[in-house]
């Protein structure tokens, strides 16, 4: 039996079915079987499932109870490819790439719907009409070929398989949920509210209102930033905004109780009673994890704030009975990755090391301040390069030349308008407007061993017109590092999912650079070391053999508050 089946779901429930050989093309004409779990189930040697979208078939085979090892998902390919040719913001369906292969009008992608709390559903509603396997088949091989036409084929295939593999992580954890004791967060919002009163505030938060209206001497609102704002104005205090660090400048006596009344004010509306009622079921929550949410590739969650669960309400989050939560921290992620992606051999040193990188960065070039190393870094990665930014950058500069003329050359790239793309091939595009999209790479020096084929966000808005090019070179800057840290995780997403097929531990969370694994305590072991060697595994396919290391801070705990 071929390892690789393309399959088309069809309407009623069934599906179009067929094995491609080693080019790709149909190795024996298509099958029809009336029910696609069984189709599948059937055949358990293909270890390769290639479909339209995981959003759309995987759901439904895991309802069934069918996992699969790996799958194609033809529309995160095509909207990867699309970026790579300089026009991501087109329609990326199989139904828009079929058409486009036969100069035929493009149909718009159905409009992204809003999640809806407790429900588990595809990505897209209403549901796309079935795309024929025959289509199907048409752009996938036509995917293929413009892969084959990349500047680096294997990473950019490598990115394909990658981003294939975090919609299954992603679609396998939305339905799994993370462990939410219902009964601890009540607790938790008591002991921070108080009692409820219907129709109105929690008793704390009216509580602090008065003791703000107080301060003012008349009827203030602290949930209304103009409110406050015209309040101070009034006392002869002059504030540009509510922000809680402008605020604690202000010597005035409604600042204490105003800046707490903000913390659980926006605790009581994002993680209330009401987003408790909404979201968990059956002692889980269940946000819809979505991968590529962003231009970096980073995830996002549509609906339930998941990736934003503030310390306190983190006490809600606990293991099953005789079950651990294995939680996991990437170390000082990007800097690792710049060290991997610009080959400068004295960061790569720094970077092959499981001590402290800022630590060992300041006893090379900032005498032993570990500050001022730390803010060198970041400031080389974010673009922070006035005042004592430049300072610190000309410093690392000096010791790390290859490194800091990587994210210089990806700024420069940026302001002039060009496409900036990751170790593997994600691309920025440029903004509207900023010069032929269809242009070469920047000069973004691509040396080092090719990988192994194993076959945050700064706002940017892909076709935003930016009339500030230094803020768009800033954010390439950032751009292919952030970038191609989150092609990193998703690496190491899949082969931490592979290390845990035979163990009852499942992946339960993960957000940029930590992951949460819960297992039964007699696994714990093997999931921590299964971390780790993932974390290798995907450094040597990402970014070829390097010195480089990606270790992982590591808490086994029943509550995930208690990681540090």
């Known amino acids: 039996m071929s390892e690789r089946w393309a399959v088309a779901p069809v309407e009623g429930g069934g599906a179009e079915l067929a094995p491609l050989g080693e080019d790709g093309l149909p190795a024996a004409p298509p099958v029809r079987e009336p029910d696609l779990a069984q189709a599948v189930r059937s055949r358990p040697g293909v270890t390769r499932w290639i479909w339209r979208s995981t959003a759309e078939t995987y759901p439904r085979l895991l309802a069934a109870g069918v996992p699969v090892p790996r799958c194609y998902d033809v529309e995160t390919a095509e909207g990867l490819l699309l970026g790579h040719e300089g026009r991501l913001g087109e329609p990326r369906s199989a139904a828009a790439a079929w058409a486009r292969l036969h100069d035929r009008p493009v149909p718009p992608d159905p409009p992204q719907r809003s999640a809806e709390p407790g429900a588990q559903s595809s990505l897209f509603e209403p549901r796309p009409v079935p795309v024929p396997l025959a289509e199907l088949l048409e752009v996938y091989a036509g995917q293929q070929r413009r892969h084959d036409a990349t500047a680096h084929p294997g990473r950019m295939r490598l990115l394909t398989a990658a981003e294939s593999a975090g919609a299954l992580v992603a679609t396998e954890m939305n339905a799994t949920g993370l462990p939410w004791r219902a009964d601890v967060h009540r607790e938790v919002l008591r002991d921070l509210l108080g009692e409820r009163y219907a129709g109105g505030e929690p008793r704390r938060l009216a509580e602090l209102a008065d003791e703000v209206s107080a301060a003012f001497g008349r009827r203030v609102r602290p949930d209304l930033p103009a409110d406050v704002v015209k309040a101070f104005a009034q006392a002869g205090v002059r504030v540009r905004s509510t922000r809680r660090w402008e605020l604690e400048e202000i010597d005035h006596p409604a600042v204490k109780p105003l800046v707490e009344y903000k913390r659980l004010y926006r605790v009581w509306v994002a993680h209330g009673w009401s987003w408790l009622a909404d979201w968990v079921r059956d002692g889980r929550f269940r946000p819809e994890y979505l991968p590529g949410g962003t231009v970096t590739g980073r995830w996002v969650t549509n609906g339930g704030g998941a990736l934003q669960i503030p310390k306190v309400i983190r006490r809600a989050v606990v293991a099953d009975p005789g079950w651990r939560l294995v939680v996991a921290d990437a170390d000082q992620m990007e800097p690792r990755v710049l060290a991997a992606i610009s080959r400068d051999p004295g960061l790569m040193e720094v970077a092959g090391r499981e001590t402290d990188l800022y630590q060992e960065v300041s006893d090379r070039a900032f005498a032993g301040d570990r500050e001022q190393a730390k803010l060198a870094v970041l400031g080389a990665v974010y673009g922070q390069t006035s005042g004592d930014g430049l300072k610190h950058l000309a410093a690392l500069r000096r010791r790390f030349p290859r490194a800091v003329a990587y994210v210089d050359d990806a700024a420069r790239a940026g302001e002039e308008g060009r496409l900036v793309r990751t170790w593997l091939g994600r691309t920025c595009p440029p903004a509207a407007g900023s010069g032929d999209a269809g242009q070469d790479e920047a000069g973004i020096p691509q040396t080092g061993d090719e990988p192994e084929d194993p076959a945050g966000e700064s706002g940017f808005v892909p076709g935003y017109a930016s009339t500030n090019t230094r803020a768009r070179g800033r954010f390439t800057r950032n751009f292919v590092v952030q970038g191609s840290a989150a092609d990193w995780t998703l690496l190491v997403l899949a082969a931490l999912r592979s290390a845990c097929a035979g163990l009852a531990a499942e992946l339960v969370f993960f957000q940029h650079d930590e992951v949460i694994v819960h297992c039964p305590a007699d696994e714990v072991d093997q999931v921590?070391?299964?971390?780790?060697?993932?974390?290798?595994?995907?450094?040597?396919?990402?970014?070829?053999?390097?010195?480089?290391?990606?270790?992982?801070?590591?808490?086994?705990?029943?509550?995930?508050?208690?990681?540090?």
């Open 528 to 564: 921590t070391a299964a971390i780790q060697e993932s974390a290798a595994t995907a450094a040597r396919l990402v970014f070829g053999t390097t010195p480089v290391r990606f270790p992982f801070t590591t808490s086994v705990v029943r509550c995930y508050a208690d990681a540090q």
